[in-house]
Every structure is written in C-alpha cells, then in structure tokens.
Nanobody, 114 residues
Framework: QVQLVESGGGLVQAGGSLRLSCAAS????????MGWYRQAPGKQRELVVI??????NYADSVKGRFTISRDNAKNTVYLEMNSLKPEDTAVYYC?????????WGRGTQVTVSS
C-alpha cells in the first residue's frame, strides 16, 4: 500500500505563498499518477493539479499561480502556491494512484485571509 502524508499548510495573507509537501511511503514503485485536490467548507473535493507520465494538468483557477514538482529521491511531491487568494482556502489532499488504486492523504489546511 501507499501512505501519503501532507504538510506545509497554514494561515497566510492574500497575495502570499505556501509550499505543501506530500511524502509517500510504503509500496511506492509503479505509482503512475500523483496530484493535489482540495475541499473547501460546504463544497465538493475538486482537482487542483494532476500529473501522469509527462502530462500535467492544472485547474483553471490555479494556472499560473500553483506549480507541482516531484523529488523522486525523497519520494515527495510539492505544491508551490503563489499569489494566494481567499478562495484558495481549503483542506488540500495529496493523491496517488498505483496499479489502478488511488490513495489519499489526510489533508492539510490552507487558510488565506483577506
């Protein structure tokens, strides 16, 4: 199984930046999809960014502001978030898929104050 642990959330003012980390452990070989989702209060979980092979897709709402990167040596995926807006406030979840089975982390809270 794959275990995912997010970190790096917190409170930031609008216009600020945060970097989220997602550390993967367990049976991590053959992970073919990784990404980030978020869920705001009272809303459904939504895609932030997903990467698979050489393809990366960002939600329109974060394009140009958020960047996903991966450090294979550390088995860690990062989400660099810049120019944060109050509407980015949500719990951010790391996602990984291996052999057709998706796994989620427990999430990390990001709060952007206006």
């Amino acid at each position: 199984q794959v275990q995912l642990v997010e970190s790096g959330g917190g409170l930031v003012q609008a216009g600020g930046s945060l970097r989220l980390s997602c550390a993967a452990s367990g049976t991590i070989f053959s992970i073919d999809v990784m990404g980030w989702y978020r869920q705001a209060p009272g809303k459904q979980r939504e895609l932030v960014v997903i990467t698979s092979g050489g393809s990366t897709n960002y939600a329109d709402s974060v394009k140009g502001r958020f960047t996903i990167s991966r450090d294979n040596a550390k088995n860690t995926v990062y989400l660099e978030m810049n120019s944060l807006k109050p509407e980015d406030t949500a719990v951010y979840y790391c996602y990984a898929r291996r052999q057709g089975i998706g796994r989620w982390g427990r999430g990390t809270q990001v709060t952007v104050s206006s």
